[in-house]
């Protein structure tokens, strides 16, 4: 009888916490790898800036690219760790394919050395490394190789450049150097047809070598540039052809560029872990020159960003609505920079927490959802932890939560319960003294009856010792409404439970076993009281500590 009675007591109290999942999602989140190659380095990886000790590191000069290949297209986030001072960071939207990312460094790099950095995008993750220069480190001394006609000699164009659309990190032109004394290096190209290019880093290395010069800027129009690129010592040029623009794109500009966007609107609320809908938009103002198609996006700032696309049919005055997507994932209020072209200016949106959740309960059903229990006058080993699993199991035409039983954070066991508005059953897997497991859906709690209100479940289909048997688990309402102190912990709204359990084998119904359990508005179990029928032992749990989420 001692061991069937843990049994029981085991799955009815676990069964008084099963809870609801709560599902984390990323929505609109892109999917994809970095490129890398056998040793885990990212390929390719260019490093522009100098990086100076006790120097601190300038937004738009320290950057890495790397480049990474998206399977779906959506908003991303890559971080690296931190290492001697400083890190990397870029968030933003991906369409899928190739897609080189600039990363822009933030710290102050705190000592002169070479330091590796890890990168991490999803579950992809690859290496570079950077060299930190003293500050006594001086200018390297180099050439640019040249070929007839004083041209860049070995120039590689990286990237597509359109009349009207804004360069990107893919845009870049790769130019060969020869270094004859190893040290710092800045090096720029000639602004032409609103295009320019630069690089600056440092040569560790004498002899041949690389160099790549990220562009920015706009093309104005299309046809074929030469640009110079120019240190100290050398010239040479390179060519750039830049192609017509999409034939019906529109010329506009941005109201107030390029400092706070006139005409700002918010509308939705931007609340910390939902996902933003069809009600988050802002609208922005923006003067049109030329008719056409228009494409306006903003950056990607504490979870969500926002874009249009569409096209504009009259010139002059106009108003654009921008769709939110992404989540939230803290509160407060957030600067955004809208772009269109090299036009851009900056709105704010304010995202506010989410109104806390009253469970209201009186078997908690949140994923995540623990508690402690301790009988009374026991030992260490009489103390048990439970916890809510985000799993369910389904048991015939229901679906269960998951309640694991934990010991030095390893399961050990398992209960499963349902609910259903105020209706709380659970599945008994064990057989409870019988000869097989019952396998039954049964109620646990009615929340919605009175005191004294009784129900009962059967036990059919059945032996015991061989003999077949039937039984009964009957449920009463012993109190409702009150107030109960446990383990030094006040509760209120509490409901008092007696569940009878009894056989027969054929002679009549026995009482053999009797449970008391106290269940807490919006907290779960708190007490038990275990007992056999006659009176051979009575054990008493308390509840220690309840923690629902």
Do not use: H
Request: hydrophobic share 40%; charged share 10%; net charge neutral.
């Amino acid at each position: 009888m001692k061991f069937f009675k843990v049994m029981v007591f085991g799955i009815l109290l676990v069964a008084g916490f099963f809870s609801c999942q709560k599902e984390l999602k990323f929505d609109g989140g892109s999917v994809g790898a970095f490129k890398k190659d056998a040793n885990g380095n990212c390929l390719p990886i260019i490093v522009n800036g100098i990086f100076k000790a006790d120097t601190t590191l300038a937004t738009n000069v320290n950057y890495v690219d790397v480049e990474l290949i998206a399977t779906i297209a959506g908003s991303f986030q890559i971080s690296s760790d931190t290492v001697n001072g400083y890190s990397f960071y870029k968030a933003g939207n991906l369409g899928t394919g190739s897609n080189i990312v600039r990363l822009y460094a933030k710290g102050k790099p705190l000592v002169a050395g070479n330091d590796m950095f890890t990168i991490r995008y999803g579950n992809s993750t690859c290496r570079f490394t950077v060299t930190v220069v003293g500050t006594g480190t001086t200018a390297a001394v180099y050439t640019l190789n040249t070929g007839l006609g004083g041209t860049c000699s070995g120039a590689v164009v990286n990237g597509t450049y359109t009349q009207g659309v804004a360069l990107t990190a893919a845009n870049s032109v790769t130019l060969q150097v020869n270094v004859t004394q190893i040290g710092t290096y800045t090096m720029g190209a000639a602004s032409v047809n609103g295009m320019i290019f630069s690089a600056a880093g440092v040569f560790t290395t004498t002899g041949l070598q690389a160099v790549t010069l990220s562009a920015n800027g706009l093309p104005l129009v299309a046809g074929i540039f030469n640009a110079t690129a120019s240190n100290i010592t050398s010239s040479c040029t390179f060519s750039i052809t830049v192609l017509p623009p999409a034939s019906g794109a529109a010329i506009y500009t941005l109201n107030g560029a390029p400092g706070s966007c006139t005409g700002f609107t918010q509308n939705g609320t931007y609340t910390v872990g939902t996902a933003l809908n069809l009600s988050n938009t802002m609208t922005l103002n923006v003067t049109v020159a030329t008719i056409g198609t228009y494409s306006i996006s903003s950056t990607n700032v504490n979870g969500i960003s926002f874009a249009a696309n569409g096209n504009f049919t009259a010139t002059g005055p106009q108003i654009v609505t921008l769709q939110g997507s992404g989540t939230p994932l803290a509160a407060g209020n957030f600067n955004f920079t809208a772009t269109a072209g090299l036009s851009n200016c900056i709105f704010s949106v304010v995202c506010v927490n989410a109104a806390p959740v009253v469970n209201i309960d009186y078997i908690p059903e949140t994923t995540g959802t623990n508690f402690s229990i301790k009988l009374l006058g026991g030992t260490a080993a009489d103390t048990f932890y439970y916890k809510v699993s985000p799993n369910t199991i389904v048991k015939g035409t229901n679906t269960y939560r998951i309640y694991v039983q934990l010991l030095n954070g390893a399961p050990v066991d398992s209960m499963f319960n349902r609910k259903n508005a105020g209706l709380y059953y659970r599945y008994y897997k064990y057989s409870y003294g019988y000869d097989s497991p019952l396998n039954m859906d049964a109620l646990l709690l009615d929340s919605n009856l009175s005191i004294n209100a009784t129900w009962s479940t059967n036990i059919v289909g059945n032996t015991i010792g061989g003999m077949p048997a039937t039984g009964a688990i009957a449920g009463k309402i012993l109190d409702k409404g009150a107030t109960a102190v446990i383990a030094g912990n006040t509760y209120t709204n509490v409901i008092k439970v007696l569940y009878t359990f009894s056989y027969n084998v054929g002679a009549g119904a026995v009482d053999y076993y009797q449970e008391e359990f106290w269940y807490a508005k919006g907290k779960g179990v708190i007490y038990e009281k275990d007992s056999d029928i006659p009176v051979s032992f009575t054990d008493i749990y308390e509840t220690t500590r309840i923690e629902v989420l």
